[in-house]
């Protein structure tokens, strides 16, 4: 045999070591995953006692599940507080008098607390102010285990096989009947806060989608959201309620604004597909878009989404007790459970953590402060426009500018967690907000002097939540007062009021 021929072989050989363990590594993987999904499933396991397909009382649920039982019971805590978040109450507005002024002619200018847990949400959005005579059925969509329930009773005289049907093709089916309900007609429904039959099959314990918004959203975009993986889920679930959305025609019917994508830019798009506004603001008159909470939204911009870190990962972390490992349903600010919601992961200690993440909050909160600024002052700038008799051609290329900024700005600062889910994402938002608000007060600056005014513009004081809503309620009577010096007969400032530039 020459050196050749006895050479070749050997290659071959160890091409073929080299694919078999290829082949070995990846067939372990596969066994791997397996296990790991068979340990999931046997951990969700189906429930002892049988419970409801219907069964909206969470406390049903508590013999087979005391663990998770207890652990959701403790979001009734309201003494947690972290720099930015926490159960704890804290008033928006007290905090931060420009919100007033931004929501000048809507309920959030009178009443706008911090969020506490989902103990609280069904009596909070019982007891808000913000309520009126008007306020649609669909209000209610996400605060009660009981709206799942009583969309699929409705749905029943909807299909063909009521008996068959699951809980989610009957909700589906009853969605539109109950949004075009008042809300007071279920006061006597809704009895029970978010709870299990939210986001678990009765039957199987598997995570479900309950609310039909979402499962239209997917359907939106070309996407089905059966489709979805495990971990997928473990957000998904969540999204059912903590993503912006609004209520679209005389039904009111719950929307998610995702047609384009879930990005600002994506929804002002569709927002403007339908030229739709939430309420025409009191004092620029611009036509408004109330962001609400898009926290799923923002987070699928940030790198623990892109690294497949879902909510649950954070905010449901692992817990160990009496030797059994579970999910921990005590829903709350993952700082104040640092060691398993993060240090799985980090390596890091439990103050360099909580450090690191109050720095990149605090930047985000800095850049929130300067678009807020801008913001308000680029209102009462178009509102002085108006008082000098601008057309509404002049008006209208600042209000539109005035939308667009404060659609962006509320994006972060309606989510919830300052900006930590996705911070890149959010200081894009705020410059192009602070940017966005500055041409409009160029622009309103160019209307006044057109109109032969050149002095500066006369700013209410809004400094304290008082002064701010004694100023919105001025504007929303139809009283405002005047923004512009020694223009008119009667023209000088009111007592109080400073001019600020
Ligand atoms: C990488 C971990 C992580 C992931 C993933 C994550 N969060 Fe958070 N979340 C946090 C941190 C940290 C905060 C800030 C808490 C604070 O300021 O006290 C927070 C804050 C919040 C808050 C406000 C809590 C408070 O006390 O102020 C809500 C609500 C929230 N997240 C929901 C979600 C949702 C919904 C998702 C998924 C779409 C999600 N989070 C994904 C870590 C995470
Ligand atoms: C906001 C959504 C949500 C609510 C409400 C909720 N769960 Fe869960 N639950 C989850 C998630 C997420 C998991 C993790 C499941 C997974 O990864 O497959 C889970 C897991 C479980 C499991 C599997 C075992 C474990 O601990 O991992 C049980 C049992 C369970 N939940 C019971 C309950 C009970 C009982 C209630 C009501 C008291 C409830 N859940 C309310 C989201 C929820
Ligand atoms: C059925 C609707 C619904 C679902 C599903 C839901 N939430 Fe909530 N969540 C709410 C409401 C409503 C509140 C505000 C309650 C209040 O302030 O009265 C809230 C409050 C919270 C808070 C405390 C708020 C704060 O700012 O401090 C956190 C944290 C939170 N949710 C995280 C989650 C996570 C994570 C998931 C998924 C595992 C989830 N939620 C699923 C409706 C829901
Ligand atoms: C399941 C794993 C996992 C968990 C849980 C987790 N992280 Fe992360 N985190 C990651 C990964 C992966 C990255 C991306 C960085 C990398 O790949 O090295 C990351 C990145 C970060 C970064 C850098 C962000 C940036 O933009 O550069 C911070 C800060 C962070 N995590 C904080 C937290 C905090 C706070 C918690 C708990 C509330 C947490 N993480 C929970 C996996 C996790």
Redesign the pocket.
């Known amino acids: 045999m020459s050196k050749k021929s006895e050479y070749q072989p050997r290659t071959w050989m160890g091409w073929a070591v080299f694919g078999g363990t290829l082949v070995a590594v990846f067939a372990l993987g596969l066994l791997y995953s397996s296990i790991m999904e068979r340990r999931q499933e046997a951990r969700i396991r189906p429930p002892l006692e049988e419970i409801s397909k219907f069964e909206s009382d969470s406390s049903a649920w508590a013999n087979n599940w005391p663990r998770e039982y207890d652990r959701f019971m403790m979001t009734a805590d309201t003494t947690?507080e972290?720099?930015?978040?926490?159960?704890a109450p804290r008033d928006y507005l007290e905090e931060t008098p420009e919100n007033v002024i931004l929501f000048s002619g809507m309920a959030f200018a009178i009443d706008y607390w911090?969020?506490r847990g989902h103990h609280y949400a069904l009596e909070d959005v019982k007891t808000t102010p913000r309520l009126s005579d008007d306020t649609p059925a669909t209000c209610w969509t996400c605060k009660s285990s009981d709206v799942p329930r009583v969309m699929a009773e409705l749905g029943q005289q909807y299909v063909d096989n009521p008996e068959e049907a699951s809980l989610q093709e009957l909700a589906l089916a009853g969605a539109a009947d109950f949004y075009g309900h008042n809300f007071h007609d279920f006061d006597d429904e809704m009895h029970h806060t978010v709870g299990c039959l939210d986001c678990h099959e009765p039957d199987t314990m598997r995570l479900r989608i309950s609310r039909p918004a979402l499962i239209e959203a997917f359907e939106a975009q070309g996407k089905d959201i059966h489709d979805v993986t495990h971990q997928e889920m473990r957000?998904l679930v969540?999204?059912q309620c903590?993503v912006e959305y609004y209520f679209r025609g005389e039904n009111d019917h719950l929307v998610l604004p995702w047609t384009h994508g879930t990005r600002p830019e994506e929804m002002e798009q569709h927002f403007d597909d339908y030229g739709f506004a939430d309420w025409t603001h009191a004092i620029s008159g611009a036509p408004m878009i109330k962001m609400q909470?898009p926290?799923?939204e923002?987070?699928?911009t940030?790198i623990?989404?892109y690294r497949n870190?879902?909510?649950?990962?954070?905010?449901m972390p692992y817990r160990t007790e009496g030797g059994e490992k579970f999910t921990d349903h005590y829903i709350?600010?993952?700082?104040?459970n640092v060691a398993n919601?993060?240090q799985v992961c980090h390596r890091w200690s439990e103050d360099d953590i909580r450090e690191r993440?109050y720095a990149i909050?605090s930047n985000v909160k800095e850049g929130r402060t300067r678009a807020e600024e801008v913001l308000a002052l680029a209102h009462f700038d178009a509102a002085a426009c108006i008082e000098i008799g601008a057309s509404d051609s002049e008006l209208e290329p600042i209000q539109q500018l005035i939308r667009q900024a404060q659609l962006r700005w509320d994006y972060v600062a309606a989510a919830?967690?300052?900006g930590?889910?996705s911070p890149g994402e959010s200081q894009r938002l705020l410059t192009a907000a602070v940017e966005m608000a500055g041409k409009a007060r160029v622009e309103a600056a160019k209307v006044l002097a057109r109109h032969g005014y050149t002095d500066d513009v006369v700013y209410p004081d809004f400094s304290t939540k008082e002064r701010a809503q004694e100023i919105n309620q001025r504007f929303v009577d139809g009283d405002p007062p005047s923004l512009l010096r020694d223009f008119t007969a009667s023209a000088s400032p009111p007592e109080g009021e400073t001019a600020v530039q």
Not at 82 to 87: A, D, P, Q, V, Y
Not at 309 to 315: I, L, M, N, Q
């Open positions: 947690s972290t720099l930015f978040g926490g159960s911090q969020a957000s969540c999204a903590h909470h926290d799923y923002l987070y699928s940030g623990h989404a870190v879902s909510c649950a990962d954070c905010h709350q600010s993952p700082l104040e919601s993060c993440v909050q919830k967690g300052m930590f889910h």
